[in-house]
């Protein structure tokens, strides 16, 4: 809702208010962001500024006391008194660095904020629009408007800016971000999601301190180093409790985000494009639109932030055709073959998958040109007949056959040298003429601020799509951009927002306009591209190249706080780990991959009938659950920091919850189990999900408990390894959703003392999973109590 009364704005979701009021000389001042409130009297709220301070810089002669450092703002300029870091940096037509937006108008538009020239994504679905416009005091044409959208079910608002140029000359944008406000208190911690290839999103936190403390990227994409989006927690918030407010930006390119703490530990906020190598002429006529930011604010800590982003990502950002739509188990065949595969060996593979119950079979990188491993053939969109004989429509109508959808991979933003694209379009690729560039992966980056370029990627793209029945591509992108440069441009200050603008109009021209109902997945090494912007197009983005179970807990983890599982695509995958050489039980590499869009990447062939058969079950216990585990609340929280971590999900009286171990220590600690989505007056079954121990697990041990004598490597015990395996630690408990939501206790773990089936055989990365459901009708008795077994 918008309400605007005696100068002030209020714009109110479900659960926040965010306020704001013009000031007598025209600009905008903060007044409050946070819980939902009443008020419409704010001079309880509003800053005090009495008496001008010694140093500051009055805005005018005629305004003492009012200055534009003191005063909370909702954006800023340069030049006129505010010295905190600004959000806009423009070369006025006069050459200087000045100017004085001050309001003019404003407008309340019914929907989301569009941008409709910019070529940009932004947010849609059912809000509600401010537009504040300030004209500058001297250059009366030049103005800026401020966007606010309220997306108010999901308690998330949307800001964005336009710069317009209605002057009669050209102006510089060397900085524009998509939102500022400035809070009056600075007593928060920063939490940010880095990384890097195969550590995506891991979270760290930083205490906000005097100065600046930026969260950026360099890389031409969003990147896998920090993350566009990051909080700000208040003492004492955690997953279930506090204050939280959090930020995202639906962009894919150099992000930049600011939190300052002033003098007077006052906070400023502010994200947009990253001015880094950043400079846009603006006509006259021109202008130019900022991507959407987003934030949101609870006072019930991250589970609650998660849950708004979440809510807000469903139904606001995923495009309408896969909005809530239940996503395919697929099995893709990178980590089993690589580059080296036939079809006769893909077959198998699919084959074997479908017969454990998988959806939807990938063809990964490696079926066309001369693309036998990746140092030639990326650009020649052509199928290898000699890998696959038949071509790609034989292939995908084989697999159809089977019973099962077919998907593909590409990188069409990049090229090999040894490719007959290069060959034919050396100039295609960016580089500086005259320098020698960096290679990554053996590739370079075609140019997509170009037309020609961006047009053969829709074709040949196109010309793939076509020939074949395909429902899935997974959209790759295996660098970083370096040696920015286009012959394209006149002021290569543009190249980087102009590349980011040519990838979204290739994405929209092929998957939005012409294969709608394909399911985008994209992929940039992993997570380099994990993004609000991406998501727009794809529902569905390659999480990480690291498929290591516990290293997937970092990484998941991070990644939650802002996206939902819905969006997460985890692929259970061979032990050891091929990034980490970490094995990790079965049962833990599905307890995490199920709490996001379930893949297997691996060959069933080198696995035993009895993992084949455990795959099957997980397989079924996922389709069983799938709505749920997509869509349902997701929360977690910490039993004992460092050791253990709960994830669950939560709708309609069921959940779905996992413990992992993070670390084993001998002689550990008693688990309990909280769900956190359990309500109070209803009453619950809880069953563990059932899952197996490989017998190889006890090593030498086993030679104590056989009545013959075996060796833990020999030749019995590998056939008794490979064919047999126990049930691990079934449990079965029936509670109140009090008790549940202050956590029941689990079966104690294996210790090294002896052997029982109700024990929990974990160690180091063993995990347990548990169904919860409610029991309607249910009267607690003292014989219905039961415990494990
Ligand atoms: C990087 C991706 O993240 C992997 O999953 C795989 O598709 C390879 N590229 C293929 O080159």
Not at 136 to 154: I, M, N, S
Not at 578 to 595: D, G, I
């Amino acid at each position: 809702m918008i309400e605007i009364f005696d100068s002030i704005f209020k714009l109110s979701t479900r659960d926040t208010s965010y306020i704001f009021a013009l000031t007598e000389q025209g600009h905008a001042e903060h007044i409050y962001y946070g819980k939902r409130i009443p008020d419409r009297d704010m001079s309880s709220l509003r800053l005090k500024n009495t008496i001008m301070l010694g140093t500051t810089v009055d805005y005018q002669a005629d305004t003492a006391g009012y200055s534009l450092d003191t005063t909370l703002l909702e954006y800023s300029g340069i030049g006129k008194g505010d010295f905190r870091h600004s959000p806009m940096e423009l070369i006025m037509p006069d050459g200087s660095f000045v100017t004085d937006f001050v309001y003019h108008r404003h407008e309340v538009t019914d929907g989301p904020f569009s941008c409709g020239e910019s070529g940009l994504p932004y947010a849609t679905g059912d809000a509600e629009t401010l537009h504040l416009i300030f004209k500058d005091k001297k250059y009366e044409g030049v103005t800026l408007t401020l966007h606010y959208t309220v997306f108010e079910a999901c308690n998330v608002i949307g800001r964005c800016v336009t710069l317009e140029n209605g002057g009669r000359e050209s102006l510089y944008i060397r900085k524009l971000m998509s939102f500022m406000f400035d809070m009056p208190t600075a007593d928060y911690t920063m939490l940010t999601l880095d990384g890097g290839w195969a550590k995506e999103a891991h979270i760290h936190e930083r205490a906000v301190s005097y100065g600046i403390q930026v969260n950026d990227s360099t890389t031409g994409g969003s990147s896998n180093r920090h993350n566009p989006a990051f909080l700000l927690k208040a003492p004492g918030a955690d997953e279930e409790r506090g204050e939280v407010f959090g930020f995202n930006l639906i962009y894919s390119g150099n992000h930049y985000s600011a939190v300052e703490k002033g003098n007077h530990d006052t906070l400023r906020i502010m994200s947009g494009i990253n001015p880094h190598c950043f400079l846009w002429k603006l006509n006259a006529g021109e202008s130019f639109c900022t991507p959407q930011a987003v934030m949101s604010y609870t006072d019930g800590g991250i589970n609650a932030f998660a849950a708004n982003m979440h809510d807000f990502v469903n139904r606001h950002v995923i495009r309408p055709t896969f909005r809530f739509s239940e996503r395919p188990v697929v099995v893709n065949n990178w980590e089993a073959t690589f580059f080296h595969f036939n079809r006769r060996k893909l077959l198998a593979l699919a084959r074997r998958a479908k017969g454990l119950g998988v959806e939807m079979f990938v063809l990964d990188d490696g079926w066309f040109g001369e693309r036998n491993h990746d140092r030639a053939g990326l650009g020649d969109w052509v199928v290898n007949k000699k890998k696959l004989p038949g071509g790609l429509a034989s292939l995908s109508k084989a697999i159809h056959r089977m019973g099962m959808k077919f998907g593909l991979w590409f990188e069409p933003e990049c090229v090999n040298p040894d490719s007959n694209l290069y060959r034919a379009h050396p100039d295609w690729a960016i580089r500086v003429p005259g320098r020698e560039p960096g290679f990554g992966r053996n590739q370079l980056v075609l140019d997509l601020t170009r037309k020609d370029v961006r047009d053969y990627i829709v074709e040949s793209v196109s010309t793939v799509l076509n020939g074949a029945e395909i429902e899935y591509v997974k959209w790759d992108y295996n660098r970083h951009i370096s040696d920015m440069y286009s012959s394209s441009l006149s002021n290569q200050g543009e190249f980087f927002h102009r590349y980011i603008l040519g990838l979204y109009e290739v994405l929209r021209r092929i998957f939005v306009e012409n294969h709608p109902t394909v399911l985008l997945e994209s992929c940039s090494s992993g997570g380099n591209r994990f993004d609000l912007g991406m998501l727009c197009y794809s529902p569905q983005i390659w999480t990480s190249d690291d498929t290591d179970a516990l290293e997937r807990l970092d990484i998941q983890r991070g990644i939650y706080t802002f996206y939902p599982q819905s969006t997460v695509s985890a692929h259970v995958s061979m032990t050891p780990n091929q990034q980490t050489l970490r094995a990790a039980p079965l049962s833990t590499r599905f307890n995490v991959a199920m709490f996001g869009v379930l893949g297997y990447e691996l060959d069933f062939g080198e696995l035993t009938r009895d993992e084949r058969r455990q795959i099957k079950e997980q397989i079924a216990f996922y389709k069983a659950h799938r709505s749920l585990l997509q869509y349902g609340r997701l929360a977690r929280y910490f039993p004992r920091a460092g050791e253990r971590e709960s994830w669950q999900i939560s709708r309609d009286g069921k959940a779905v919850a996992a413990i992992y171990n993070l670390s084993y220590h001998a002689s550990p600690a008693r688990d309990t189990l909280r769900i956190l989505g359990a309500e109070d007056g209803k009453t619950y079954e809880v069953s563990s999900v059932k899952q197996y121990l490989r017998i190889g697990r006890f090593g030498s041990l086993v030679k104590h408990i056989s009545p013959v004598a075996i060796k833990s490597d020999g030749a019995i015990m590998r056939f008794v390894d490979r064919n047999f395996s126990m049930v691990d630690g079934s449990e079965h408990y029936v509670s109140s959703g009090e008790a549940l939501q202050s956590g029941i206790s689990l079966a104690m773990q294996y210790s090294g003392t002896g052997y029982d089936p109700h024990l929990r055989i974990l160690g180091d990365g063993g995990s347990t999973a548990y169904t919860v459901d409610e029991l309607k009708n249910y009267e607690h008795t003292f014989e219905k109590g039961n415990g494990n077994g």
